[in-house]
């Protein structure tokens, strides 16, 4: 059994709590009325939208946030790709011998498919980041345009690299009660992450490396991102690289 790979086996367990939870509600609110009622609705509200929101959140089905044991290693991960920074990143990659798993948005690898197999080629991991990373949205959308989202983007990496996707990135993180049906149907196993620089809108190398090395522990997961409008995505991931290897950390892939 793959305890790392870890499939949602009961994508609609929510469903039942949540009706049990809203009737709980509802007899409160009957026996001692509103100061008690309201709050209890708004509570249970709040912790439904914080399994949406959170990115580490299984409220509603199994997240990945690190690795476990005590080893010195990370597992890196690097979202929105394939860009004109992909080639780069992998250079880099090699030149300190770390893996990475590059989350790929479906229509960005669709225009690069040789970028895609270059990742493949050079012993990366390739992960499903959504078919065209709705990112204002995607914790909003029904299960008909979630399944869309994933299965698209799960058919499209399997045409070009003739692998399907173990692993799947929410996008931005936010993983609604839809979500986990179309996983468990595409056997991927979602992924968070515990060290996070906001790379993808914040240009300060500093800051953003500052950031990282709080989260950087045995085992954690690592959000990276490549192409941003700031243009310093590659330099973040050189020096991130350079931190690793100066404090005895490996990167490694989580399949290995």
């Known amino acids: 059994m793959d305890v790392l790979h870890r499939i949602p086996r009961h994508p609609r367990a929510w469903l039942p709590l949540l009706l049990l939870s809203q009737l709980a509600v509802a007899w409160v609110w009957w026996h001692w009325g509103w100061p008690l009622g309201l709050p209890l609705l708004l509570a249970t509200h709040a912790l439904a939208l914080w399994g949406v929101l959170a ?10 946030s690190r690795l476990p044991g005590t080893d010195p290693v990370v597992w890196l991960t690097i979202d929105d790709g394939p860009s004109e920074d992909t080639a780069a990143i992998l250079d880099l990659l090699d030149a300190h011998a770390a893996r990475a798993t590059f989350f790929l948005v479906g229509d960005r ?13 050079r012993g990366h991991g390739i992960g499903n980041h959504s078919r065209s990373h709705p990112q204002a949205w995607f914790w909003a959308l029904g299960p008909r345009r979630l399944r869309e989202e994933i299965e698209g983007c799960q058919r499209q ?15 931005v993180g936010h ?12 056997r991927l196993a979602r992924v968070g992450w515990c060290a996070r620089g906001f ?3 914040d240009g300060d190398v500093a800051r953003v490396l500052g950031k990282l090395e709080q989260g950087l522990s045995p085992g954690a997961i690592v959000l990276l991102h490549e192409g941003a409008a700031h243009g310093r995505n590659v330099e973040m991931i050189g020096k991130l690289l350079q931190r690793l290897d100066a404090r005895g950390y490996r990167a490694v892939l989580p399949d290995a």
């Open 157 to 171: 990496l399997q045409a070009i690299t003739g692998e399907a996707p173990r692993w799947f990135r929410a996008v």
């Open 199 to 201: 790379d993808a809108v």
């Open 175 to 186: 993983a609604n009660p839809f979500v986990h049906a179309p996983l468990r149907d595409a």
């Open 109 to 121: 690898a669709a225009a690069r498919p040789e970028l895609v197999r270059e990742i493949a080629r």
């Open 55 to 64: 990115p580490n959140a299984a409220l509603y089905g199994p997240v990945r």
